[in-house]
């Protein structure tokens, strides 16, 4: 599977995201996985990968394999592209390094879940009401079946696991902390992590305030 390791970007599954590439091998990436199945892996790259980005720097053994979706050429001679996370995989062992990484992976299975169960349902209510709160909060995206090709909403017309993962994907959190969130296998306990994090954040503003007026 051909391997694009980025630094600070983390792909979940049932997630849109948006891509710049910029770097010829990476471009050549993008054209060959437009030639087979539009399949490429997405992976996190590992502290100190600046002293070996032109060679072949380690990365994480988690990351998401993903879609390409759409794909533009931009006039400076660059994909801009649009990709869907699938599924997680763990990256076993390096099968290519030049021109650009490739590995063979396998799939982690999620902990299935049903979105009629009770603790489900209640943890999604949480989880939407605590993402609301959000100061300027964008609309989720996730790919649909409909004729427009996305949903952008709150998550009412997502599946759970679209939903968690929507806002795992879109939360401005440190790639460690994002990375950290995939690795669980319970998408309930994934709903639980996020929405604590999110509550951190939310009550950050208000210690400041607080301090000042002491």
Same mark, same amino acid.
């Given at each position: 599977?051909?391997?694009?390791?980025?630094?600070?970007?983390?792909?979940?599954?049932?997630?849109?995201?948006?891509?710049?590439?910029?770097?010829?091998?990476?471009?050549?990436?993008?054209?060959?996985?437009?030639?087979?199945?539009?399949?490429?892996?997405?992976?996190?790259?590992?502290?100190?990968?600046?002293?070996?980005y032109?060679?072949?720097?380690?990365?994480?053994?988690?990351?998401c394999?993903?879609?390409?979706?759409?794909v533009?050429?931009?006039?400076?001679?660059?994909y801009?592209?649009?990709?869907?996370?699938l599924?997680?995989?763990?990256?076993?062992?390096?099968?290519?390094?030049?021109?650009?990484?490739? /590995?063979?992976? +396998?799939?982690? =299975?999620? @902990?299935? #879940?049903?979105?009629?169960?009770?603790?489900?349902? *209640? %943890? &999604?209510?949480?989880?939407?009401?605590?993402?609301?709160?959000?100061?300027?909060?964008?609309?989720?995206?996730?790919?649909?079946?409909?004729?427009?090709?996305?949903?952008?909403?709150?998550?009412?017309?997502?599946?759970?696991?679209?939903?968690?993962?929507?806002?795992? /994907?879109q939360? +401005?959190?440190? =790639?460690? @902390?994002? #990375?950290?969130?995939?690795?669980l296998?319970?998408? *309930? %306990? &994934?709903?639980?992590?996020?929405?604590?994090?999110i509550e951190?954040?939310?009550r950050?503003?208000?210690?400041?305030?607080?301090?000042?007026?002491?």
């Amino acid at each position: 599977m051909p391997v694009f390791p980025l630094p600070d970007f983390v792909l979940f599954p049932r997630a849109l995201a948006p891509l710049h590439v910029l770097e010829l091998r990476y471009l050549t990436l993008v054209r060959d996985a437009l030639r087979a199945d539009r399949l490429i892996a997405l992976a996190l790259l590992k502290p100190g990968w600046e002293r070996d980005y032109r060679g072949s720097p380690a990365f994480y053994p988690i990351g998401c394999l993903a879609r390409v979706e759409r794909v533009t050429w931009q006039l400076d001679d660059c994909y801009s592209l649009w990709v869907t996370g699938l599924t997680r995989v763990r990256f076993e062992r390096l099968t290519r390094e030049f021109p650009y990484p490739a /590995a063979s992976v +396998a799939v982690i =299975p999620q @902990e299935p #879940l049903s979105d009629d169960d009770p603790l489900v349902q *209640l %943890e &999604r209510q949480a989880l939407d009401e605590t993402y609301a709160r959000i100061p300027g909060a964008e609309a989720l995206k996730s790919p649909t079946d409909r004729s427009d090709g996305w949903v952008l909403d709150r998550g009412a017309s997502l599946s759970f696991e679209a939903f968690v993962n929507a806002v795992c /994907a879109q939360l +401005a959190l440190d =790639p460690a @902390e994002k #990375l950290e969130l995939l690795e669980l296998d319970s998408i *309930l %306990e &994934r709903a639980r992590r996020v929405r604590e994090r999110i509550e951190l954040k939310l009550r950050r503003p208000m210690r400041r305030e607080g301090g000042e007026r002491n």
